[in-house]
């Protein structure tokens, strides 16, 4: 809580009563004769036309499904197709007032909404707008094969290329919008504004609050709206980002043009079921989804239900919904209310609902009765409509036969390019910064009082005699990490930084102390303890174009935002085709002494997954060159650092730490000692243990241990240590982590493959024991010491005259941990 907040208690303290404003229900009532006034007849029949066109295509992507034709054109297409037949006036409504400024996130029921988001683009940009879109994207590859023998306008082909470059998306194509690597639940075109779709539910619940938090940020024009499902109303992205969303902060702290809540819209589609469970009824305990915004702000979240059967009602909502935005009264939440025909996918056969309820939605279909109304109002004949139809039809039947022919839509060829994927997993890009404009800072760098401070400090450990200086005169690792985030704030305007506790305290473990002077607010903030939506909010801002950095306090927070950290993060930049840049630097502390829900090290987790960056420098100067070479990166990165060395000085590099920038490239390790007789590999803070362990092996039983650290986990060059393995033989490779699925087990198995010839036994691994971790009074008996690491040694690779073993690492006591899972 910021010092200026008083909280008091003659206030807080008060009797009284929470009470609540109405919300609003379908309370829109024009006929399409009233609306006559707002609406040209082009204007009228674009609607029409745009849910025909949803309609449609979808109906296309079902026969093909259900029946392995349509329209003739035989297809077979195994992948998913979640379907929203039935939904289309809600998708033309939410979309007819936005421009390509403005963003949508959507569900995997996403089709609807990418072609109506589409549509309204092409309507609103200019011919040589969409010229230079068509033929810039993937330098024309989707737009060759749609312009080939085309006559007509310029509005026309634009509608050719959206329904080809989607439709080929879906069916894997290497001329899709992603490449074919999105396919149908993550197909998306940023260029008109159709950010990812998302095949968790509600995982664009958290994401898209990212997004309107970097307009906001960086003044961008236009709003965010993002799609999810009624049934998503109980995942925890989507109320973590509302949590988000809605902090008090925008209107009571950040000050000037940034005061104001963000330009968001909520929308909720709201199609009564999520998957086979209905939600008002059965899975949910809300009668109206609109009464949730009630819960969150003293705004309420401007929440309303909209008929979303009729699209004029929704166009309304978001005439009225937008001026709020502009107002920056925000977010705003819509429950649009309407009904999928289809089941959850082609497989589900709505055995969950009744006959007779498809059948009473259907008599009201919205394509049906709107066309109807048109007709009563004399606005267009039934010919006309017809017209719409068949010409529609005829150009789906294009888009089918166009995307599933093997020349002109082929598949990437993973036979004579067996990397293509590969090669888009990281855009390993070096950017200064991701604007080119002035930055927002309180005061010059060389101004600040910590800045200041560390030109006082000794960046090398020892004196000239070898005699260590005192903590408070040493250069620390955290001043490392602070020294590289600093500049990158003074150097790229788009720097973010947030989460628990990140300004006033000075951030966790105080990395950040300094930077709440150095900053306004909207550059540096606490977040909700919400640590879906930290990780969350920071995809959605780093795929707008900025760079931000998330902290979780503990590794072990990593799993309260397990789905963004292992499923969203690392996948979007090769989902995009390589279009979306990932320029995330996640900071994740490694503890101790807090027990077993705050002392675990996951790096193995991070480093399982493809897509992600991992490094855990635990030296100052390797903590700052990292830290700059993440921060100059456009790739994802988690960033960990150990709580138990964050004092440490610099005891390796010689002259210390330099004060001016340098980078450490990513997956380098470095050798710490040089050695001949075993080369210990270590991960994280281990380091120093080892280096305790190289001392006694030297001074006691005259073994010359190479000590390597490994800094980088994803990538990593096992050059060095096979080099290192040609002189000594012997390996053990030791970290804080619970060894049994370890990275450790991973660089053991890798480097018995790669150096089996240089090897004289297999690696050891010296990791923690594969339990909980204690209180810090018994930590000893569960992290790898010194003293393992040389009884490791003794029993496993060469005995040591002498030695006397303090624990036990013989085949029969791993036999016996593992069978009782310890």
Known sequence: MPKIQFIDPQDVRKAG???????????????????KANFSKDDFLRIYHDMVVIREFET?????????????????????????????????????????????FGSHRSHGEILAKGLSAIHKLNDDQLMDVMNKHFDGKTFAPVKENFK???????IRFLIYGTLAEIFARETGFNRGLGGSMHAFFTPFGVYPN??????????????????????????????IGDASMACGPVWEGLSFATMDQFNQLWEGDMKGGLPLIINIMNNQYGMGGQTCGETMGYNIAARIGAGLNDDQLHAERVDGYNPLAVIDAYKRKRKILEEKRGPVLLDVLTYRFSGHSPSDASSYRSKEEV?????VDSILWFGAELVKAGIATEDELNGTRSATTDLITWGVKLAIDPVISPLMDMEKYPELIGDMMFSDESVDAMEDRPVEVNHPMAENPRVKQLQTKERFAFDKDGKPFSKIKQYGLRDGIFEAIVDRFYKDPTLVAYGEENRDWGGAFAVYRGLTEALPYHRLFNSPIAEASIIGTAIGYAMCGGRVIPEIMYCDFLGRCGDEVFNQLPKWQAMSGNVIKMPVVVRVSVGSKYGAQHSQDW???????????????????????????????TDPVIFFESQRIYDIGEQFHEGGVPEGY?????????????GSDVTILTIGATLYRALEAADILQEKYGLSAEVIDARSLVPFNYEP???????????????????????????????????????????????????ITPAYELENSFFPQADWIIDAIHEKIVPLKGHVVKSNFTAPEQIRRSKLGV
């Open 721 to 771: 240590v096979i080099e290192s393995l040609k002189k000594t033989g012997r390996l053990v490779i030791s970290g804080d982590a619970s060894a049994r699925g370890s990275f450790m087990r991973d660089l053991a198995s890798n480097i018995t493959e790669l150096a089996f010839d240089e090897l004289d036994g297999p690696p050891v691994v010296v990791g923690s024991r594969n339990w």
């Open 662 to 674: 340098y980078e450490i490239p990513f997956g380098e390790p470095d050798v710490k000692r040089k």
């Open 17 to 35: 009563e929470v009470t609540f404003k109405p919300i609003p229900v379908n309370q829109y009532n024009k006929t399409v004769e009233e609306e």
């Open 152 to 158: 007509g306008t310029v509005k026309e082909l634009a």
């Open 198 to 227: 998302n095949a968790i539910v509600g995982g664009s619940g958290d994401i898209a609050v990212g997004a309107a938090l970097f307009k906001k940020v960086n003044r961008k024009d236009g709003i965010v709206v993002a799609n």
């Open 359 to 363: 059948e009473a939605w259907q008599a």
């Open 60 to 104: 296309m992507l079902n026969e093909i499904k259900t029946k392995g034709e349509y329209n003739g054109v035989p297809y077979n297409h195994p992948g998913p197709a979640h379907l929203s037949i039935g939904q289309e006036a809600a998708a033309v409504g939410m979309a007819y007032t936005l421009g390509v400024e403005d963003f949508i």
């Open 603 to 633: 790096t193995a987790l991070a480093a399982h997954i493809p897509g992600l960056k991992v490094c855990f420098p635990v030296t100052p100067y390797d903590a700052k060159g990292l830290m700059n070479s993440a921060l100059q990166g």
